[in-house]
């Protein structure tokens, strides 16, 4: 039976993978439509070679080192939990300014078009027997957005697997399921719709993500400050894992708060 715990790392990296491949499928699509399908799926396919590649070769080393990094365990929590806090305010920053009206609402349709115009501008130009802008570009996209669902399956499952009270088995294989299933859905559903997925709630999502990754975020970096204890040993947060549900709802709260600032802000602004 799946924990709680695993259930929200497996979510969590689920939500995270459906966002970022809607977002490298709209560029593939563009590219296929408008220049050449066989370039653009050569480049989509050499980029998922080279993020297999990549995240292969983390994990092996991982592996080789992780006697070490087992005895670190308050250093690696501290880590792995400032990155998570820095990558997941990027998300949250950009979700409260759109929700804000600051910034644009990512617009699924909008970005093919521009990809499109590009790919219509773009100079024809042939290497290998591919269109070399339609591969580029394809690549780009692809593994420009899978390297942060790589990020995401590692961390999560490393920081998961690791955790001294609650240690999740087989963490970082829960997580790139996770990762996998949501990009296959994503693939079936573009393929069948032969367009960009624009009804994927794609800011409320990424809003969701941001909450996630600063809550595990803070969770484990404070874990971590345990490493400058005499001892190095993990702090314990009073209620365990239920001190996550206490952290989400946190910064829902924080976020909310700065949204309802920032609103009368961006009436002001658009109504210059």
Sequence with gaps: ???AAALTLMVSV?????????????????????????????GAG???????????????????FMSQIQSLESLLQLIIGVLLIIFGMQWLRKAILRSSGLKAIHDEEIIFERERQAAL???????????WFAFVVSFKGVFLEGVEVVFIVITFGLAAA??????????????AMAAVIGALIVAIAGSIAHKPLSRVPENTMKYAVGLLLCTFGLYWSVEGLG?????????????????????????LIVSRATISILKPIAQRKWAK
């Design 14 to 42: 689920f939500i995270a993978s459906i966002v970022e491949t809607v977002e490298a499928f709209t560029i593939v699509l563009a590219m296929g439509l408008t220049r050449n399908w066989k370039s653009a799926l050569a």
């Design 121 to 131: 501008n773009a100079k024809p130009e042939k290497r290998l027997g591919l269109d």
């Design 227 to 251: 490493f400058f204890h005499v001892e190095s040993q993990s702090l314990h947060w009073p209620l365990g894992t239920w001190t996550l549900l206490l952290i989400f709802c946190a910064w």
């Design 1 to 3: 039976m799946i924990s």
């Design 162 to 175: 690791t955790d001294r009270i609650n240690p999740i088995e087989n963490a970082m294989l829960l997580a």
């Design 46 to 64: 050499a980029a998922l070679v080279m993020l297999g590649i990549t995240a292969t070769a983390i994990m092996l080393i991982l592996e080789l």
